[in-house]
């Protein structure tokens, strides 16, 4: 199945949305290490809207195949 995850944070601090980013990604590889499973993630921030940036994680296998 081809599929990726979305993470909003808020705009209001830019330090906290940060912070987040910064957790989900460590959390997703750590979790995918302490698991024994591929950790071949692309992850990338955008801005989502006023109030929101947004992270996306998807597998790198995933991005290959739909010619990213």
Excluded: C
């Excluded at 990726?4 to 997703?28: C, H, N, Q």
């Excluded at 995918?32 to 790198?60: A, C, F, M, P």
């Amino acid at each position: 199945e081809k599929k990726g995850f979305k993470v909003l944070m808020p705009k209001a601090s830019k330090k906290t949305a940060k912070r987040i980013g910064y957790i989900v990604t460590t959390t997703v590889t750590s979790s995918l290490r302490k698991e024994n499973q591929e950790r071949d993630i692309r992850y990338w921030t955008y801005h989502h809207d006023k109030e929101h940036y947004g992270i996306v994680l998807v597998s790198s296998k995933v991005v290959e195949e739909l010619d990213f």
